[in-house]
């Protein structure tokens, strides 16, 4: 763009810009600022590109906060649930066995022998140990704790995120001495793995930690990244399951290029201990290290 004129034409005085025009601070004099086609078709061009991004990222971050909120949605009614029919259960349960308990009350005197006999030869249980029984049954499915973790489920989880995390990776670019540095993903390795309990926003989740091995022609690259599954839940038969969705934790400004981590401790804490909760090394040989 050009200036008609830097200082003003009546006074002489200092011009300062004040909206689309150009200001005497001595006399108050106005003058316009006059723009080329090229110069304003270019600044409109920046808007519109600018607009479009900002309403990108926008309509993104809306995605991302319903997918949340859905998901958060169902697992609190599969909880809300689950608590209503054992509720309904235990209390049948009781019942009848107080109701049992009146009957051997009632003809104690004649079946109390029989009855301790049953019990030490183990043809039924004893009344401490039904009771036991009710409460391992009533235990909320989503407590889930390392023992749980088996070593297939644990290796179905890695290969899951493994494959989405090499599908996800294209090559990434880094600004060195003034000169653009393209680096390919030769493989990917997994680091450890982690069980976070009773996590910060009621969720339980695993989250697998993987080293990312980079190539360019300046040489290699490794750097840290992670993956977790959430929603792990224990079934009718005690088994514990998920549904195997590998989910990527928002990275912060510590990330290299966006992409991954260059420091191991700030991967493990950006990816682990963010969630809060109580955090359980796995490991592949069925033994677990607590970590607090």
Not at 68 to 82: G, L, T, V
Not at 110 to 123: C, N
Not at 251 to 265: G, M, Q, V
Request: proline share 2%; charged share 30%.
């Amino acid at each position: 763009m050009k200036l008609v004129n830097l200082t003003c034409p009546n006074c002489g005085g200092a011009l300062e810009r004040v909206g689309d025009n150009l200001c005497c601070k001595s006399c108050g004099g106005a003058f316009a600022i006059d723009y080329d086609d090229s110069d304003v078709e270019y600044e409109k061009l920046q808007t519109e590109d600018e607009r479009a991004q900002r309403e990108f990222e926008h309509e993104k971050e809306l995605l991302e906060i319903r997918h949340r909120q859905e998901e958060e949605a169902r697992i609190a009614a599969e909880k809300r649930e689950y608590k209503r029919v054992k509720k309904e259960q235990f209390s049948k349960k009781v019942s009848s066995q107080f109701g049992c308990l009146i009957a051997l009350l009632i003809m104690a005197g004649i079946f109390y022998g029989s009855y301790k006999l049953m019990v030490s030869s183990g043809i039924m249980p004893s009344f401490k140990e039904m009771i036991e029984s009710a409460r391992a049954t009533s235990r909320d499915p989503y407590d889930i704790d390392a023992s749980d973790v088996t070593d297939e489920m644990l290796d179905n989880m890695i290969d899951s995120a493994q494959k989405a995390k090499i599908k996800s990776r294209h090559g990434v670019r880094e600004l060195v001495k003034n000169k653009w540095v393209d680096y390919s993903l030769e493989s990917v390795e997994f680091d450890s793995a982690y069980l976070i309990n009773k996590a910060t926003d009621g969720h339980n989740r695993v989250v697998i930690i993987f080293k990312l091995h980079y190539k360019s022609k300046n040489g290699e690259k490794i750097t840290y990244d992670g993956t977790y599954f959430q929603g792990l839940r224990r079934g009718p038969d005690g088994k514990v399951a998920g549904n195997y969705d590998p989910r990527t934790v928002t990275r912060s400004k510590a990330a290299w290029n966006s992409d991954s981590y260059e420091d191991k401790d700030v991967c493990y804490r950006e990816n682990v201990l963010a969630f809060g909760g109580q955090v359980t090394e796995l490991h592949l040989n069925k033994t677990a290290q607590s970590e607090g």
